[in-house]
Every structure is written in structure tokens, then in C-alpha cells.
């Protein structure tokens, strides 16, 4: 149940029944509507009134999009998909069903065309209703997600990033929920603080759907960020990615030699007799045909320290055995710097995943697919996918801050990746 604001159109319209009802017996939040009115039906001129009118006749679409399903021990079934055609108001209702909305403004059916009176007090009000409204569903044609224009109607598809992601690749980066958390805990701030509460504030609706991962259904999509990256094609739930990707092979036999801090980390330094006591904890990195060594950053020491936390010990291990999923880690080649050193560090960090590495599983950074903004250049994120069976499954970013060209020199072949 979504909360009630503390302002209420005048009516609204029950997703149930598609009947419209008054705003003041309703007792839970509602959700508007934005969309153009020549979606809502074939729109013609009254020669007699001189008004424009709507004609619905019932040709908004539906597609059920096929799907390919797995089957023991290792085979594969194609399910077709299927259309239905509808009026825009069951188009509406059946976009409500999905996303569990019980209550939903829009001018088409809650502003009374005969009540001119009633139509400018709500209009007057418009800004209120969308304001307090717990959010907008957009039908955006343009960008041919929700809403596809033809004849006389729009087609409405469930699973429809495939279209998106066939414009852009950029649907696949993404991190984990943090906006889109603190949106739900402002809206639940006045709601009663019940365990039930606690729990729905939390609840992401497109969660429920079964889609691919490279969708980006369980993470945040980062905005701003661009890819050249186009050697891609989409096909059904999966999305087939042609680039380098780099893994430690020998990642199982070295991260047992991490779990002792104390083992692998050199002694951290004492003060240098010209006063400059900052430390920054690096490893050395060479690529397979490169001579040229790489400086990953690990740990920034604060200033005057003499010995390490235990806590920041525990993290600096945590951050080795991240990095030992994809690059080789030696405990020769760990070593201070002083913050003040004019090297290149370079620096990785991994909690833009929607799920912790685990030791046992096996992961790919995708070094041929970088996103950058046009106002950082420094800064960069790669998509990290992890082995599952014959796939793989999108989990978020790796941002590497200090160049954007780590990669560059390193000796990789071009893979295939199905991620699904």
C-alpha cells in the first residue's frame, strides 16, 4: 500500500474496475499519468461542435514477448509469444496490474468535460496532483519502451529493454539501489512505523519481473555516463558482448596467501625526516607482453600514522582479494609510496556491484566496454559479469580512477560473452 499524502485529487480512477471515484474515500497513495492524447486513440475533428474528439477502438496492443526457457539436463525450449488487443484504458489498467498501482490519476477519465466548473478547479490544481502523486508513469514513444505507436493505438511491452538496449548499451551501467532507497524512506517518513512499513519502503516493483540481468533490474542506472563500444547484438534474454575481458586464472591458488594481513603487507613506514609522514599503500602490476609496470592504489594512510587498525586491515585484505579476481597478486609487490610521489597510481573499486565477490565464483571484467563522462576523463567504469553455468550475469560496475587507458597495453583476446 502505497502512503497517503496529505493533498487528494478530487477523484481518481481504481485500477481494478478502471472506475473513476472520489479522491477523499480513498486511503492510500496514488500514481499519475503522463502521455500524449493521440496515443489514447484515433483523434478526429466533430464538424458540427468544432471539438476535437477521441476514438478508441480497441487496437492498443499488448505483446507477450516469446521466451527461451532451460530444461534438464541441458536443453532449451522456445515458448511463442502473443498479442492482445485492447482499449487505452485496459492498456492502462494492464500496466497498473504490473506495476501493483491500485489507484491512478489522468485527465482522460478524472477531469468531467460536462462539469466546467469542477474541470477548472482541477486543473487549476494539476501542478498538486502530479506534485503529491507517488510517481508519474510516463507512455514515451520516442524512446519506444513503453509506449509504440500504430494505428489507431500503442503497443505496450512487458520485457522491452531489448529495444533499449539496441539503441544504447549504456542500459547495462548500473550499480546497486541507493537513490531509489532514499526515496522510499522520505516517502514512508510519515507513514506509520510498522515492521510491515519498514519492509515495504524497500520494495523495487520491477523486482518482480523475471528479467535478464544486463537489464540493470537489480541495480541504479548511472546517467551521464557514454561507451563507443557497439560489437554487441541482442537476441531474446540474452545479450551477446564480442570484446577483451580479463580474469586471474590463477585467482584460486594466491587468495589463500591474502587472508594473513600480516603476512602480505609490508611494515608501514615511519616518519620521513622532512615531515612528510603520508602513505599510500600500492601494488605493482605487470601485463602478460608488457614491460612496463602499473602502480594499482590500495590504502591512503592518514597523516602521523604509526600502525595500522585493525579494522583497516581487515579492509586492506577485503580490497587485495577483490583485486585477486583479476590481477596477480604478489606480496613483493606491495609496497609504501609517500602521497606526495609525482608516480601514476592507478585505482580500482568495486562497490558499485549489486553483489559481493565470493571467493568461489568466477568473474570477468569487461576491459573492451568502457563507460567515461565528457566532464571527468579520469574517471571510468567497466561492466564486471559473473560465470554461471554456460553464462554469465551482469553484477554492476569496476570504477577505476587515474586513466581511463590501464588497460590498453594489456595482452587480452577478443571473447564472446552470453550474458543472460
Excluded at 10 to 19: E, G, N
Excluded at 20 to 45: F, R
Excluded at 103 to 108: A, M, R
Excluded at 117 to 135: A, D, L, N, P, V
Aim: glycine share 6%; net charge positive.
Amino acid at each position: 500500500m502505497l502512503p497517503k499524502p496529505n493533498f487528494m485529487p478530487s477523484y481518481l480512477v481504481r485500477t481494478s474496475d478502471m472506475k473513476v471515484v472520489k479522491g477523499s474515500k480513498v486511503q492510500e497513495g496514488y500514481c499519475t499519468l503522463t502521455y500524449s492524447w493521440n496515443q489514447s486513440g484515433e483523434i478526429t475533428k466533430n464538424e458540427i461542435t468544432g471539438n476535437m474528439e477521441r476514438t478508441d477502438q480497441g487496437k492498443h496492443k499488448i505483446i507477450y514477448p516469446g521466451k527461451t526457457v532451460r530444461k534438464k539436463p541441458r536443453g532449451r525450449k522456445r515458448i511463442p509469444g502473443k498479442v492482445k488487443f485492447v482499449t487505452f484504458e485496459g492498456l492502462i489498467q494492464e500496466i497498473c496490474k504490473d506495476f501493483d498501482i491500485k489507484y491512478i490519476w489522468y485527465d482522460q477519465m478524472c477531469l468531467d468535460d460536462k462539469d466546467e466548473e469542477q474541470r477548472k478547479r482541477e486543473i487549476h490544481q494539476m501542478y498538486k496532483i502530479y506534485k503529491h502523486g507517488y510517481c508519474a508513469i510516463a507512455l514515451v514513444s520516442e524512446l519506444t519502451t513503453v509506449a509504440v505507436p500504430i494505428a489507431g493505438g500503442i503497443a505496450y511491452q512487458r520485457i522491452c529493454y531489448g529495444l533499449l538496449a539496441k539503441k544504447d548499451i549504456g542500459i547495462l551501467c548500473f550499480g546497486p539501489y541507493r537513490r531509489y532507497k532514499a526515496i522510499c524512506k522520505a516517502s514512508f517518513s510519515n507513514s506509520t512505523k510498522s515492521e510491515s512499513t519498514r519492509e515495504a519502503k524497500y520494495i523495487i516493483p520491477i523486482q518482480k519481473f523475471d528479467l535478464p540481468s544486463w537489464t540493470g533490474a537489480y541495480g541504479e542506472h548511472y546517467r551521464g555516463y557514454k561507451t563507443f563500444f557497439r560489437n554487441y547484438t541482442v537476441t531474446g534474454r540474452a545479450l551477446q558482448v564480442t570484446c577483451r575481458g580479463m580474469r586471474n586464472d590463477q585467482h584460486h591458488t594466491e587468495i589463500p596467501n591474502l587472508i594473513s594481513i600480516e603476512d602480505t603487507r609490508p611494515p608501514l613506514p615511519q616518519q620521513r625526516p622532512n615531515g612528510d609522514c603520508r602513505w599510500t599503500l600500492v601494488i605493482s602490476i605487470q601485463s602478460s607482453g608488457s614491460t612496463k609496470k602499473k602502480l594499482v592504489g590500495i590504502y591512503r594512510a592518514g597523516k602521523r600514522p604509526t600502525k595500522l587498525h585493525i579494522i583497516t586491515r581487515e579492509e586492506i585484505s577485503q580490497i587485495l582479494q577483490n583485486l585477486s579476481h583479476f590481477l596477480p597478486i604478489k606480496k613483493e609487490n606491495l609496497q609504501w609510496i609517500p602521497e606526495s610521489s609525482q608516480l601514476s597510481v592507478t585505482w580500482f573499486y568495486f562497490h558499485q556491484l549489486v553483489e559481493t565477490l565470493q571467493y568461489s565464483a568466477q568473474y570477468v571484467l569487461l576491459t573492451g566496454i568502457c563507460f567515461t563522462r565528457s566532464d571527468s576523463q579520469l574517471e571510468a567504469r567497466f561492466p564486471i559479469i559473473k560465470k554461471e553455468g554456460d553464462y554469465y550475469k551482469s553484477i554492476g560496475m569496476c570504477r577505476v580512477d587515474g586513466g581511463n587507458h590501464f588497460f590498453n597495453d594489456f595482452t587480452l583476446e577478443e571473447q564472446i560473452f552470453e550474458i543472460y
